[in-house]
């Protein structure tokens, strides 16, 4: 399965765990990708916060249940089913408040 990424971030990788920003910059990093040109996928709020400390958009996905501290995302859904990609790459955060919104 590990063909399937460009690349893979583990706990030995950063200094410091979520909330801290240091998960998500490495993998930005590691990429060689600007923080604001990444999309992270949540589903903690210490992982809302990480995202938002390395200043990249994130989706918030609640797996059917109010989490405290969730709402403070980009974006927030009931599952993953809620996103989508275009052709161009682009993220579709499908039935939220005003139909769908693109990334």
Same mark, same amino acid.
Not at 36 to 52: I, N, R, Y
Not at 64 to 69: A, C, L, N, R, T
């Given at each position: 399965m590990?063909? /399937?990424?460009?690349?893979? %971030?583990?706990? $030995? ?8 920003? &240091?998960?998500? *910059?490495?993998?930005?990093?590691? !990429? ?10 949540? &589903?903690s709020?210490?992982? %809302? =916060? ?5 200043g990249?958009?994130? %989706?918030? %996905?609640? #797996?059917?249940? $109010?989490?405290? @501290? *969730? $709402? #403070?995302?980009?974006?927030?859904? /009931?599952?993953? &089913?809620?996103?989508?990609? =275009?052709?161009?790459? $682009? ?6 408040? @005003?139909? /769908? /919104?693109? !990334?």
């Amino acid at each position: 399965m590990t063909q /399937s990424f460009q690349t893979i %971030v583990t706990a $030995e990788d950063y200094a410091q765990a979520k909330p801290a920003p &240091d998960p998500f *910059l490495t993998t930005a990093r590691l !990429l060689q990708l600007v923080p604001a040109a990444c999309l992270v996928v949540e &589903d903690s709020p210490a992982g %809302v =916060t990480a995202a938002q400390a390395a200043g990249m958009p994130v %989706v918030a %996905v609640e #797996r059917g249940e $109010e989490v405290p @501290g *969730l $709402e #403070r995302a980009t974006w927030k859904v /009931s599952t993953l &089913d809620d996103l989508a990609l =275009t052709p161009r790459g $682009e993220v579709v955060v499908k039935g939220g408040p @005003g139909g /769908s /919104s693109l !990334l």
